[in-house]
């Protein structure tokens, strides 16, 4: 090829995710070493300069939102993409919260002295490359940014073409923190254009992006596990079960399902499947205040015998992730059949039981194969703050590397190191 | 489709994984809740049923032997697929090994009780379903049985077709094993033919299959990486890199080049390229013993000024695996032009250095992003079994879920378990 030819040639997606991935990595290598302090002090210059820009976001969030309305989008995706003070107030204080978490790089996972007088330790140190591919909330470039900095790792972030206005007024104030500080201002790089050719040069980036996160719905995230050739972390459906057992206290369970399933109906940690054990006590009372808390409620034969108010659940019932205000309820005989069913339809997400009887508790917890088990508890705790994780980038429902919520630890992995006094093996 | 039809139907790969996968998943959920002691026992009792078919195991490896001398394989791969009754005993013994093995399902990762009183922990559980697929050493079908079944997991095993008898044969021996010991048939499975369709359909058991362990040649793990849906756990070159510095002990540097290169050439941590630091005072003698070991050294102009005998290194040396007597000689401008030359030729296997400055040994063992990074020690230590795992289903240069060897605890993955006394959330 001649060199005008060379010349000629328009950037195309893979140029442009090879170049931002090779400049993400020069900055991986430095940001795995740079020191917590350092780190700490980025986010929180992040989140100065998050307030300083707060005028040039709005505006930025305003032409998104004009440009959402003039194409017709949903009053629940302006919803999600439209930012005000408060909002930009909790990015800023996302971002310091995460500068003050515990910095699991250097960690020392464990430690061996072999007879041969080898030391060898296990330090946990970040992946390398983070690819964040999101929707329509601007947040989240705050957020996964500020997550993938404090784990040591560049980030490479492409969010939803609705807010790109929006997301470059953030970018821009998150790389003026970084570079404060001193970082590179690759750490934290914004795919700077929305053409979707660019996800899918990301999703075959390997060697360039070491792991790709979706956050978003359905749809994406399932784009995503198709087309992907990097390593994906990612959750799909939370089918949350919830199983009232024969010894269930009432003045527990009640509360318990109504909160499970209708505190917050949207959340990936909502009931949504209610199994009800054929010889607890006093059902009605929970399927009563169900309805009366405004949830639809469908059911099996048995389920509907208990108030007419329930309709008739169809086999699509049992593996719907509904996120609104519908249950679903079979009554089960007993923990045997309550685990039957969770293995038969559970998301493998989040799971929970309701019984005073330590025994069944513990079968519950030992047999229910998913991310997250639960004894007594709301299933609405299913998220990365109630873990204590300060933040989350997301909560997995695959089997490797990280299950559940995922935080700082999930975005690093280990090396071995092994010191020695001149050994060679025999 | 009618009845007839249906019947009439060959069953394809896809059905024959498929059928297998789903028994695998019951063998799996048993598996998963199965005491140490029973799995101990199941592998005490494979290895008593591995010898005592020892006669049975020699004939059915004689007629792949005699297949594969017709077939004109080569006598490399003859040796590798060729049992004896020493190697039988080893088959044996390296079960009787895995038995003895820390349990890691079960174990607590980590503890923690939140202000509302909930009690989370992190709970080690099995990853499911393994598959393997492997070529012509048939000592893998009980060494990857065994490390699937000590750890919880089901297996789904698929030797190469030449070693198709010797694989059923010992495959029985060790059924006869589990299932004496009261554990299901369905944990160890063999995939019973050699169309090579059958493993393209493990590669896209997505559900079915949980993670897939290519063992082999850099043919079958590409092919595997390149094919594969379900995640992979596969080491591609040991591209092995010795730094020697300005500051290495001469007394200590000779002997551990001569043995990290030539103890064993063929293993993935032999030494593959050697980095002499331009200040170090004597290279010569460590050249002059790799000669008179019968290593062919190719430098560059450094190097071969250091002895004539030394060969031109070109451009491709810098990114080969030789798997043989053979060393490409690099000399640096101290470990920052080591550390630059590791960083744009390692595999991410193994790295080491030789040093008596610790600040530099501390700079290499930071700086250094492999799985295994070495100071003082010979790159031949890089193995399960040296670093006390007892034993390794391989040596993971990817980033994700488990990096450098891989045994019981690789094979595991977590489980959250909440307890709570009926809390809400608010």
């Known amino acids: 090829m001649s060199e005008a030819a060379t010349i000629a040639r328009p950037i195309d997606a893979a140029d442009l995710i090879a170049d931002m991935g090779a400049r993400a990595r020069i900055a991986s290598g430095l940001l795995a070493r740079t020191p917590t302090a350092a780190k ?17 976001i709005l505006a930025a969030n305003a032409t998104d939102v004009a440009q959402a309305q003039t194409n017709g989008l949903s009053s629940a995706m302006i919803d999600r993409l439209t930012l005000n003070p408060d909002r930009i107030e909790g990015m800023a204080a996302g971002l310091e919260a995460v500068a003050g978490l515990d910095d699991p790089v250097g960690r020392i996972i464990d430690r061996a002295e072999r007879p041969n007088g080898l030391v060898l330790q296990r330090v946990r140190v970040p992946l390398g490359v983070i690819g964040i591919i999101y929707e329509s909330r601007p947040n989240v470039t705050a957020d996964a940014g500020a997550l993938s900095l404090m784990s040591g790792n560049a980030c490479i ?8 206005a929006s997301n470059r007024a953030i970018h821009a104030a998150l790389v003026a923190g970084v570079t404060a ?9 914004l795919v700077p254009t929305t053409d979707r050719a660019a996800v899918g040069a990301m999703l075959t980036a390997e060697g360039l992006i070491d792991i790709i996160v979706p956050r978003g719905g359905k749809s994406l995230v399932a784009r995503v596990q198709a087309e992907a050739r990097v390593p994906v972390l990612a959750h799909l459906d939370g089918i949350v079960h919830l199983y009232v057992d024969r010894a269930a206290d009432p003045a527990k369970a009640l509360p318990l399902v109504v909160n499970a399933k209708m505190r917050r109906t949207g959340v990936c940690g909502a009931t949504e499947t209610l199994l009800i054990d054929r010889s607890y006590q006093n059902p009605r009372p929970i399927i009563d205040a169900l309805i009366k808390a ?15 108010l329930v309709m008739t659940a169809d086999a699509a019932d049992w593996d719907t992730e509904y996120l609104d205000s519908i249950v679903s309820v079979a009554i089960v005989d007993g923990v045997d059949a309550a ?26 917890l030992a ?19 109630e873990f204590g994780l300060g933040a989350e980038i997301g909560i997995s429902t695959g089997r490797l590397h990280a299950r559940g919520p995922v935080a700082l630890e999930g975005l690093t992995t280990y090396k071995w190191l092994v010191r020695g006094s001149g050994q060679v093996r025999p």
Do not use: W, Y
């Not at 972030?157 to 790109?164: D, F, I, M, Q, V």
């Not at 405004?294 to 007419?308: H, K, L, M, Q």
């Not at 047999?367 to 703050?385: K, L, R, W």
């Open 40 to 56: 700490a002090e980025a986010l929180r210059k992040a989140a100065a300069a998050i307030r300083d820009a707060a005028p040039a």
């Open 157 to 164: 972030l492409r969010g939803g073409s609705e807010a790109a």
């Open 181 to 189: 500080a001193g970082l590179s201002a690759d750490a934290i790089q």
């Open 294 to 308: 405004g949830c639809e409620v469908r059911g099996d034969a048995a389920a509907r015998a208990i108030n007419p």
């Open 339 to 364: 685990l039957a069913h969770i293995a038969a339809h559970s998301s493998h997400h989040t799971d929970a039981i309701i019984t005073e009887d330590q025994a069944t508790a513990d079968r519950f």
């Open 367 to 385: 047999e229910v194969d998913s991310a997250i088990v639960m004894h007594n508890a709301s299933t609405q705790f299913a998220d990365g703050g």
